[in-house]
């Protein structure tokens, strides 16, 4: 595990939850399983992060790749740190990848079209997400206009032809699943005492439906009605949770503290003239292949374009009269002649 | 008696010696007639029009009638209703004396004229009926225009080259309104789509109301690294000759930032943002473009002043408090703005070939909100931004001004310097920009025809960010001071209806670290800021 920090992008807390949107509380949990250091940004829309979606990461020059979905998203994030921050699946066994394999599918397929639903597609869901979400932070137009428009990509999204009653009956059954899983394996996480990725996507589902006012009863009812779902939440909730995460805000100001007295930005610091050393040559930057098509192209048109009047002026007959220039040069020639022939004819005589 | 479009033609004012003789009559004395015999002023025979007007331009005379004559547009129907034009004309019934008659008949002819739905508007006075000496009638006639046009364009604005496909419907309903609708696309991918109504004198006031829907699409990923989108409506008034409006706009706008290599700067102005702005704009234009002469292609000799104030985020009244936490944008713009630019061009001789011109722009951007003024920066796309051949010649296309690191590419090492790290224009609050020329005719007949000048000018201008850059104000003002940029050079300009299009030869006098020159020859189109 390296040692910059990272900066999570999520939509802000609410309803005792670290975020008010599942994608983000998967997110945010990896990372705490993962015992990474983070920051953490709320942001009021997602178009304020900086992918245009939420949940993003930033480490550096590292940012997650953009999705359409927030979902997948989440799953760039947590792709991202699994690489380059932790792999929280590398102790799990052949047999025990299979089944992380297995679940992981069955929770995208299930559970994150019944969470979809239940945010956007209800009325009620979708009225208690809008108004945590963008209520009293947006103003009035907005407030109406950005949750519709995103109500309509989501629901474009969605699989076609799915019932809400089959969806949210699916997920049910998955719940009822992992809740036998959990049951019969006995441990403190899925695979047992040390948590995998899966731990992380199912938290972010889980702890949605326990607590938020816009899951739909029938998958909070399911949720509560499973002791051991709950007190699995409730162990990772203590374990990890416990902590509240950095503002960004805090981090940069620890880091402008210590970074202390370095040249003053704006009373002016010395240049590197003065400081001894010679001014490097500015750096040539190519041109790009598209601007190269686009010098020549231009130069093209233009050239043409100059073609074009050169031509009306020359040959228009309104500046330049060649049938003009060629008669007095004809005339001339015949003077010339008629000259001769008179001169002839004075010498004959 | 008196032609409101042209001079007075002298057949009609033939009539005038005849009626000056019978207005004697009505009481005005035999000074007039005496007056009125040819030869008073000048040699005999020719009869001087002028001082003869001058003579019985108070004496009383109403308008008993006016007869009209209106033609469609290429012998079809005519569209207008009758109530427009009777709305025009009846303040000359009310006319009492000549001079009053023509002036009421030049002000109707003008008002007709912007109406905008006639090609031609034409009146003439004459002396009928002959029994009453102080009567006279009036012939108008008028012809419209197509109720239907089509417009294709393509040009250069801001870097990016532009192809753009207009329709409207004028005057279908015979109210003067125009629909049109408008389709905007560059090369870059930046789009505009707009359907605007117009509605001149409306409710009978001197303005004009205009409602515009648009959706507009920017791209400035080249220069900023964001794209912006404005979905939003604007309801105007405007005076009918245009030199002053009141504009009211609310829109929906989204910066995003696709490329994912914006610099810090830009990434925290990423966001949905409402803007609810009033803008209020006049125009006084002192310039005579009948003066010909160099000047002509500048918009006439004379000097021009416009200005623009635009207020934003008074409407809708938020009970929301401050959002996305501390230092971070909130989603309503709150800022005032003001722009002022000004052009005075001096002829330096006689015929006008030559032609000295100063221009001088200026802006200040200043939030406002509950922090107080200065505390947060302000929206990247509300900013000035300063070069190109419009603004500062011999820099690139904002290419002046505070500019900030992009994200280096991923898999690059920080180290490695290979090629410069691009860096983000990032615009400012407060600039100037000045720019004096010196304008000349080409001696060639064949250049003059193609309006083709040649100009030799000196340009300046600098741009600095005020709100949330966390200095006082006395610095910030030695810094603006200090960092101003100048160029001169020479080149050619051809006028077009797009703006000037000139290419120049630049030479730099001062630039600051991190400024995008355009060294040598530059081209582009300079659209006048002013008109």
Redesign the interface.
Same mark, same amino acid.
């Given at each position: 595990m390296s040692g910059s920090v990272c900066i999570l992008y999520k939509w802000p807390e609410c309803w005792g939850l670290p975020s008010l949107s599942p994608a983000c509380i998967q997110a945010e949990a990896y990372l705490r399983l993962a015992g990474a250091q983070f920051a953490v940004e709320s942001c009021p829309t997602s178009s304020s992060s900086p992918t245009g979606q939420l949940p993003a990461l930033e480490r550096d020059a590292f940012i997650s790749p953009a999705e359409p979905d927030e979902f997948a998203a989440a799953g760039g994030v947590l792709a991202y740190a699994k690489k380059h921050i932790k792999d929280l699946d590398a102790h799990l066994s052949l047999a025990q990848r299979a089944d992380l394999l297995a679940f992981t599918s069955l929770v995208e397929s299930r559970l994150n079209v019944a969470t979809l639903m239940t945010c956007w597609c209800e009325p009620r869901g979708f009225a208690e997400m809008k108004k945590a979400a963008y209520g009293n932070k947006l103003p009035f137009p907005l407030s109406q206009l950005i949750p519709w428009s995103k109500q309509r990509e989501v629901r474009r999204r969605l699989p076609p032809h799915v019932e809400p009653d089959q969806a949210f009956a699916d997920a049910a059954a998955v719940l009822d699943a992992l809740a036998d899983r959990l049951r019969s394996s006995g441990a403190a996480f899925f695979f047992g005492a040390a948590p995998s990725s899966l731990d992380a996507l199912l938290a972010g589902h889980l702890l949605f439906y326990r607590v938020s006012p816009a899951a739909a009863p029938v998958l909070q009812d399911k949720v509560l009605s499973q002791p051991v779902l709950c007190e699995y939440l409730d162990r990772l909730l203590g374990r990890h949770f416990a902590l509240p995460a950095t503002p960004r805000a805090a981090l940069e100001q620890a880091a402008a503290a210590g970074g202390g007295g370095g040249g003053g930005s704006g009373s002016g610091s010395w240049s590197d003239a003065a400081r001894g050393q010679k001014k490097a040559p500015p750096p040539k930057v190519e041109p790009s292949a598209a601007e190269l098509t686009f010098r020549r192209h231009s130069t093209y048109w233009l050239l043409g374009a100059g073609a074009a009047v050169a031509a009306y002026v020359l040959l228009s007959g309104r500046y330049i009269q060649f049938a003009t220039l060629l008669e007095n040069a004809v005339e001339g020639a015949d003077d010339d002649d008629d000259g001769d022939d008179d001169d002839d004819d004075g010498g004959d005589e | 008696m008196t032609s409101s479009e042209t001079e007075p033609a002298p057949a009609s004012a033939a009539s005038a010696s005849t009626a000056a003789a019978d207005a004697s009559g009505s009481g005005a004395g035999a000074a007039a007639s005496a007056a009125a015999t040819p030869g008073a002023g000048g040699a005999p025979g020719v009869v001087d029009y002028e001082a003869l007007y001058e003579q019985i331009k108070d004496k009383p005379c109403h308008v008993v009638q006016i007869n009209q004559r209106k033609d469609g547009f290429n012998g079809g129907t005519f569209r207008t209703r009758a109530s427009l034009i009777e709305r025009e004309l009846d303040p000359i019934y009310k006319a009492e004396t000549l001079a009053e008659v023509h002036e009421e008949m030049e002000a109707a002819g003008k008002r007709l004229r912007q109406l905008g739905v006639f090609t031609g508007v034409s009146m003439l006075a004459h002396e009928e009926p002959l029994d009453d000496p102080a009567a006279c009638t009036v012939e108008l006639a008028v012809e419209e225009s197509n109720w239907f046009k089509l417009r294709a364009a393509t040009y250069v604005q801001g870097g990016e080259s532009t192809f753009e496909l207009g329709a409207g419907l004028t005057n279908a309903s015979g109210r003067a309104e125009a629909l049109t609708a408008n389709l905007e696309y560059g090369m870059e991918n930046s789009h505009t789509a707009s359907l605007a109504f117009k509605q001149p004198r409306v409710g009978g006031l001197p303005a004009t109301l205009e409602v515009r829907g648009s959706q507009l699409f920017r791209n400035n990923q080249k220069s900023s690294s964001y794209t912006e989108q404005l979905r939003g409506a604007v309801l105007a008034l405007k005076s009918m000759d245009g030199s002053q409006g009141l504009e009211y706009e @609310?829109g929906?706008r989204? @910066?995003?930032? *696709?490329s994912?290599s &914006?610099s810090r700067a830009v990434?925290g102005q990423?966001?949905?943002?409402?803007l609810?702005a009033l803008r209020y704009t006049a125009l006084l234009d002192r310039r005579q473009p009948a003066a010909g002469g160099a000047a002509a292609t500048l918009g006439g000799a004379g000097w021009a002043v416009r200005s623009t104030t635009e207020v934003a985020g008074l409407l $809708?009244p938020?009970? #929301?408090?401050g959002?996305?936490?501390?230092?971070? *944008?909130s989603? =309503?713009l709150r800022y005032v703005r003001q722009q002022v630019d000004a052009v005075a061009n001096v002829p330096m001789e006689e015929t006008g070939a030559v032609v000295f011109s100063v221009g001088a722009s200026a802006g200040l951007l200043l939030p406002w909100g509950p922090d107080g003024v200065l505390a947060r920066p302000t929206c990247i796309a509300d900013r000035f931004f300063l070069g190109g051949p419009s603004s500062l010649r011999g820099f690139k296309y904002k290419g002046v001004g505070p500019t900030d690191v992009r994200? $280096? $590419? +991923?898999g690059?090492a &920080?180290t490695s310097?290979?090629?410069?790290p691009r860096r983000d224009a990032l615009g400012g609050d407060a600039y100037t920009s000045i720019f004096a020329s010196l304008m000349f005719q080409l001696p060639h *007949? &064949?250049l003059k @025809? @193609?309006r083709l000048h040649g100009h030799a000018f000196v340009n300046g201008g600098n741009v600095i960010q005020l709100a949330g #850059?966390?200095?006082s104000p006395a =610095?910030l003002l030695s +810094?603006f001071g200090s960092s101003w940029r100048w160029s001169c050079g020479a080149g050619l300009v051809l006028p077009t209806p797009f703006g000037r299009f000139e290419a120049n030869y630049c030479v730099l006098l001062s630039s600051q670290e991190h400024d995008r020159v355009k060294r040598g020859l530059q081209?582009g189109f300079a659209a006048s800021s002013v008109a």
């Open positions: - | @609310l929906w989204r @910066l995003l930032d *696709p994912r &914006a990434m990423m966001g949905d943002y409402l609810s $809708p938020s009970g #929301a408090g959002v996305g936490g501390a230092g971070g *944008p989603s =309503e994200r $280096p $590419p +991923e690059r &920080a310097d290979s090629a410069a *007949p &064949a @025809l @193609l #850059a966390g200095r =610095e +810094e081209l």
